[in-house]
């Protein structure tokens, strides 16, 4: 028996590198297909839209090299970039994802825009208090997910960063849930107890 599902629904997963969000959206993924539901599964939310092309001088005027993170600032010129991001932001939520909503009976962001404001943070393009008052003017998903572990389970799981950039994501990520609303996920747990409380949240929301 299929489920009766709204149309329409922006699900996003946020949280720090290998908590393990891209193995929940394909649990969900596999989950909604097999009910007959017409998704759209992807990265666009973490990703800038105008900006993009930019990358390349960001990433030259930092001395960064030409793939994976940026280095962590230290300009105040460049402390101004989360202006342009945030209106990147909003003119590629505006001009590409709502329409794709609006075509879709599920979008399920891996990562949103709240991750590259935790970015921004991080490596040092946003200063605080910029943080704290633009997060809350940022597009906001449906059913906002935000996966949470202890930064020595997810060294386990992963290595790509040392384990100092863990406990410091750990921070932001705790002062981001503050500041705006999640529904929080212990991601500590096996990823099959993981989506049972994936699918909790979204029942208690009404979403299927």
């Known amino acids: 028996m299929k489920k009766n599902f709204k149309k329409g629904i922006l699900i996003s997963f946020s949280g720090i590198d290998g908590v393990g969000k891209s193995t929940q959206i394909k649990l969900?993924?596999?989950?909604?297909?097999?009910?007959?539901?017409?998704?759209?599964?992807?990265e666009s939310m973490f990703t800038y839209f105008l900006l993009k092309p930019l990358m390349g001088v960001l990433r030259s005027a930092t001395g960064s090299s030409s793939s994976g993170p940026v280095k962590r600032n230290k300009n105040p010129?460049?402390?101004?970039?989360?202006?342009?991001?945030?209106?990147?932001?909003?003119?590629?939520y505006i001009f590409k994802i709502r329409p794709i909503i609006a075509n879709n009976n599920f979008v399920i962001a891996d990562r949103f825009y709240t991750?590259?404001?935790?970015?921004?943070f991080y490596y040092g393009y946003?200063?605080?208090?910029?943080?704290?008052?633009?997060?809350k003017l940022l597009p906001k998903s449906d059913i906002p997910l935000m996966m949470s572990a202890e930064p020595k389970t997810i060294f386990k799981r992963e290595q790509e960063f040392p384990p100092d950039y863990y406990y410091e994501q750990q921070k932001i990520y705790q002062y981001l849930s503050k500041l705006t609303k999640f529904h929080i996920i212990d991601a500590n747990k096996d990823q099959n107890t993981v989506f049972k409380n994936v699918k909790k949240i979204l029942i208690q929301n009404n979403v299927f």
Request: hydrophobic share 65%; proline share 2%; aromatic share 26%.
């Open 28 to 42: 969900l993924s596999n989950y909604l297909i097999n009910c007959g539901k017409k998704i759209n599964v992807g």
């Open 77 to 92: 010129f460049f402390k101004l970039w989360f202006i342009f991001a945030f209106i990147d932001i909003w003119i590629a």
């Open 115 to 120: 991750d590259i404001w935790a970015n921004l």
């Open 126 to 135: 946003c200063p605080a208090w910029a943080f704290k008052l633009f997060v």
